[in-house]
T-cell receptor
Framework: ETGVTQTPRHLVMGMTNKKSLKCEQH?????MYWYKQSAKKPLELMFV???????ENNSVPSRFSPECPNSSHLFLHLHTLQPEDSALYLC??????????????FGPGTRLTVL | GIQVEQSPPDLILQEGANSTLRCNFS?????LQWFHQNPWGQLINLFY???GTKQNGRLSATTVATERYSLLYISSSQTTDSGVYFC?????????????FGAGTRLAVHP
């Protein structure tokens, strides 16, 4: 599916680096999500933005900082990460109609390695 | 919070075989989705199925919401079916939808 794109696809960074992950959706959706997928763990929801406003933050450490400048773009700014933050970071979007019929569509993910 | 359990955790099939994957959830949900994650990490929507039965080619899914389970059927499996299959339930709260994922079933189809 090419409706949701993520860059970069792979990222290796040191613990003192600052980097950003980018997500862009081309589906006209108004809600965007960041998920973290660690080895041998279920996908974990990190952040939810609806109409560019953050509506959920699942106790994520402050070294992860999201930004949603408009309904098509979502960023995840990273700084002073730890090796245990190495994971696949997935972005998703959906049409938040304010009812129960929402379907989320996922990007290909960014595989992050923290050295 | 709601619990989502998938079984089996791992499954090995010979090409051409059929299989059934199960998803149990601990509370009522508004909706349920099945995803396939390919070896490159891409999550592909398979079904959006709050109740009833849907079919798409060799795949079909059935959700019995009153009994809190869903089944994914794969018939005549192919090597390209390999990957991880996730069930995710959808609880509508606070004005937006929040997917809660199971741990997945890892499927390997051998030629």
């Amino acid at each position: 599916e090419t409706g949701v794109t993520q860059t970069p696809r792979h990222l290796v960074m040191g613990m003192t680096n600052k980097k950003s992950l980018k997500c862009e959706q081309h589906l006209g959706h108004n809600a965007m999500y960041w998920y973290k997928q660690s080895a041998k763990k279920p996908l974990e929801l990190m952040f939810v933005y609806s109409l560019e406003e953050r509506v959920e933050n699942n106790s994520v450490p402050s070294r992860f900082s999201p930004e949603c400048p408009n309904s098509s773009h979502l960023f995840l700014h990273l700084h002073t990460l730890q090796p245990e933050d190495s994971a696949l970071y997935l972005c998703a979007s959906s049409q938040d109609r304010g009812d129960t019929t929402d379907t989320q569509y996922f990007g290909p993910g960014t595989r992050l390695t923290v050295l | 919070g709601i619990q989502v359990e998938q079984s089996p955790p791992d499954l090995i099939l010979q090409e051409g075989a059929n299989s059934t994957l199960r998803c149990n959830f601990s509370d009522s949900v508004n909706n349920l989705q099945w995803f396939h994650q390919n070896p490159w990490g891409q999550l592909i929507n398979l079904f959006y199925i709050p109740s009833g039965t849907k079919q798409n080619g060799r795949l079909s899914a059935t959700t019995v919401a009153t009994e809190r389970y869903s089944l994914l059927y794969i018939s005549s499996s192919q090597t390209t079916d390999s990957g991880v299959y996730f069930c995710a339930v959808d609880r509508f709260s606070g004005g937006y939808n929040k997917l809660i994922f199971g741990a997945g079933t890892r499927l390997a189809v051998h030629p």
